[in-house]
Structures are given as C-alpha cells and as structure tokens.
C-alpha cells in the first residue's frame, strides 16, 4: 500500500510542478506594474477630494488646473485604465494554457488479470516550444507600451485644451475691462456735450452719436460676457466639476507661457524636429507599435512549430475476486506525449504575410506622422513668433499712438478744429487696436500650448508635475 502511494505522488508531482511554473509572473513584469502604480498613485490622493480644487475661486491658476485635470478628467482616466488592461495582458500572454483534466468511470468494469478496472483520472499540459510564450509576452509588452504613450499623448492633449480654455477665459477677462474702459470715455464725452448742447454750442446731433457709439460698445461688452459661460462650462467638462462650481478668472491672472523660449528646445531647426519627434508620445506609440508588429511576425514564423502536450493517466484498479494473481489490484499509470501536426501550410503562410504587412503599414503610418508633426511644429513656431512680433508691434507702437491720436482728435474737436467723426474714428481705432493687442497675446499663449504638447514632455514632466506655467 505505501509502495502505491508513492507511486501515486510521483506520477502527481510533475504536473504540479507544471502548473506553479505557469502562474508564475517575471520579475519584469512585477516591476513594470510596481512602477505604473507608483508613478500614477496621485489618482488615488484625489478621490478625498471629490475631484475639485479645494482653493477659493479668486486663488484658482493654471497650475492648479493642470494638476487636477490630470486627476479629475474622466476620458484621461479611461486611458488611464485601458494601460492597466494592456499591463494586465502581459502575464495572461506568456502564461502557459490551461491544463486538462478528465475523469472516467467505468460503468462496466474492465476485468484484467490483476482486477477490474473501475475508473481513470487524467492530466494532460500543452507547452508551446521554441520561445513562442517569450514572443506571445513581447506582443503584449509593446501593445502596454503604446498604450502608455496613448496615455500620455492624452495627458498632453488635455493640457492643451485645458491651457486653451484658460487663455480664452483671460482674453474675455482683459477685452471686456477694455471695451468697459471705452464705453467710460464715451460717457464723459456724452456729458461734455449735453453741457455744451445746452448751452448751445454743438448739436443735439453730436450727442445721439455718442450715445449710438456707446451703446454699440455696451451691446459689444454683453456679447463678450455670454462667451464667458460655454467656456467656463468646457472647463468645468475637462475636470468634471459639478455646476455649481465656480471658475472664475482672478484678476492678478496671467496668460500661460513656456517654461523656456522654443529656441531652447535645439540649436537649430533640424535639431529641433529631432527633439519633437523623439520626446512626441505620438511617436512612441507608433515605434512600440511596430515593434509588437515585428514580434507578432517572429510569433507567426513559428506557427508550423508543433506544440508538445505530456499528460499521465491514472488507472484505479480493484483486487481480482477470482484469483490472486501477482500484484493483485495494482493501479495502473499511463504516461503519454502528443503533438500537434502543422499540416495547413497555406495558412501559416498567410500568418507571415500578415505579419510582415502589419509592420509596413505601421512603419508608413509612423513616417506620415512625423512628417505631420513636423508641419505642426514648425506652424506653432512661426504664430508664437509672429503673434509675439505683433503684441511688440502694439505695445510699443499701435496703441500708444492711437491713445495719442484719441487724445488730439479730443482736443482738436473741442477747440472745433476737427471733425467728430474723427474723433469717433479715434476711439474705435484705440479700442480695435487694444483688442487686437489681447488677441495676439491669447493667440501666442495657445501657440505656446501647441509647442508644450509637441514637444512631449521636453518642458514638462509626463507625471503631471509640471513646471508653472
């Protein structure tokens, strides 16, 4: 009896040996998911605070949105999880397939000459050979690397939006102050001349005109105020804040702005596209893909390779009632080796072609995206440049000489020397040229967030701790 017991473990310990190896995780795999949860714990800090900024509105920055879109937004989050799901695949793919087990018993027993044969137990184990885990692994290391860079390159598109967002609240902000400031100069014009109307010496007319130009500046100033909501609420959208959250804009707020000037990125322009298309996630996301490509062909060219499949059964056997023979009722073992014949050559064929186009295809897409990004880098180079040539040109130029030339035509019109209709000119030339002075810095912050996003990651860390805008 304890000579079949042993036998009985022995013919048992292998195929458990078996299956510990198979749930077994790498060590690269372990550290892979030590450094993910590690690098993306702040997800967790946000869920005490409900997904809002805890400052009172007139201390809400860029900054602070920033950091909390990367905690709060729901569509980064959602890619957040789809580089977990693609993490979680990589131990699923190198695992070994799920064993077979069966079982019999013998509704009529199976006399033999040391006893019948009452039932059978079996445990069968597939092993794909020459490397084909190791391959099946690779495919899903590269599929969780472009969904890391997928992650980010969301992440970098959120900061633009978000950044964009905060640039056009601010311009609101400045142009309605502006167009306010305006409106005032016309009231004191207004008053002036009902004084001298009624003294009798403008016309009643001059008065009607200033009060059509102001009021045209006051239907202007609501328009700018109802633009204000739909952007506060795509801002509320971006960090999924309720309704009755405010976002208001304090007034000490500035417009965003690199963390360093765009001829910092290189020394040159050539070098500079280097550094985009080497730090953009885009890019990343496409080389990993070609590489999961590329093992996926290595993968396919080893599908003609039989897979060998070890098995034992094991036979319970009663004493023999009619004899005693030698050995009465000892168990029977069985053990058995199977292979799978690759036979459909034509399909294993189209598996490799398959393959190898997967990995054209991904290499076209990969030198159309960079060929894209270079277009779009050099574009968001030239409207920071330009729009930063413009606000110079209306800093130090346009809209000091328009105040001047407003304050002559004033003057001018008073001693009747001028004409009223120029110094209406005046006044909307300043104001036009003020706007437009907003508009410029507006236009080379949201450049700036173009070049922040190109140059993924190069002014900014891809952890969500970014430099101060």
Not at 35 to 42: F, N, R, T
Not at 66 to 91: G, H, I, M, T, Y
Not at 120 to 142: I, M, N, T, W, Y
Not at 275 to 296: F, G, H, T, Y
Request: one cysteine or more.
């Amino acid at each position: 009896m304890k000579r079949h017991r042993r036998t009985r473990a022995r013919l048992f310990a292998l195929p458990l040996a078996f299956l510990v190896l198979a749930g077994c995780g790498t060590t690269g795999e372990q550290q892979a998911r030590h450094d993910w949860e590690k690098a993306y714990e702040v997800r967790a800090g946000s869920e005490d605070s409900g997904g809002a900024v805890r400052a009172a509105p007139d201390a809400i920055t860029l900054a602070s949105l920033l950091e909390e879109s990367v905690r709060s937004n729901r569509a980064l989050q959602a890619k957040r999880e789809e580089w977990k799901a693609a993490l979680d695949r990589v131990p699923q793919a190198r695992a070994l397939p799920d064993p077979n087990f069966t079982y019999a018993y013998f509704l009529e027993s199976v006399e033999t000459r040391v006893g019948p044969q009452t039932q059978k137990f079996g445990l069968a184990q597939s092993f794909p050979l020459f490397g084909k885990r190791g391959l099946r692994g690779e495919v899903a290391v590269h599929e969780a690397n472009a969904a890391a860079a997928r992650f980010e390159s969301a992440h970098r598109a959120l900061r633009e939006r978000v950044t964009r967002i905060w640039n056009e609240l601010l311009y609101l902000e400045n142009a309605i102050a502006i167009t306010k400031e305006n409106a005032v100069l016309l009231s004191s014009l207004e008053e002036v001349l009902l004084k001298e109307y009624a003294s009798g010496r403008r016309s009643y007319g001059h008065v009607l005109k200033t009060q059509i130009e102001r009021g045209r500046l006051e239907d202007r100033v609501r328009t700018l105020e109802d633009r204000r909501n739909p952007l506060v609420q795509s801002l509320r959208a971006e960090l999924d804040f309720p309704a009755s959250h405010d976002l208001a804009v304090p007034a000490s707020a500035s417009y965003a702005a690199l963390p360093v000037e765009p001829a910092d990125y290189a020394t040159s322009t050539e070098d500079g596209e280097a550094n985009v298309l080497d730090a953009n996630p885009r890019i990343r996301e496409l080389e990993a893909m070609i590489e999961k490509s590329r093992a996926a062909g290595d993968l396919a060219g080893k599908s003609a390779v039989p897979d060998l499949t070890l098995g034992i059964e094991y036979i319970v056997t009663d004493k023999s009632e009619i004899a005693s023979p030698p050995d009465n009722g000892q168990d029977a073992a069985i053990a058995m080796a199977s292979v799978r014949l690759p036979l459909w050559f034509g399909k294993y064929r189209a598996e490799k072609n398959e393959a190898r186009a997967r990995v054209r295809a991904s290499e076209e897409r990969l030198a159309d995206e960079k060929n894209r990004l270079r277009a779009e880098w050099e574009l968001a180079l030239f409207e920071y440049r330009d729009h930063g040539r413009r606000i110079e040109l209306y800093d130090d130029v346009l809209v000091p000489r328009a105040g001047e030339m407003y304050e002559t035509s004033t003057s001018a019109f008073m001693t009747g020397t001028a004409d009223f209709l120029d110094l209406i000119d005046a006044e909307r030339t300043l104001l036009e040229f003020a706007l437009a002075r907003e508009r410029a810095a507006a236009d080379r912050a949201n450049a700036a967030a173009a070049i922040e996003r190109l140059a993924g990651g190069k002014a900014t860390s891809p952890l969500g701790k970014e430099n101060s805008p």
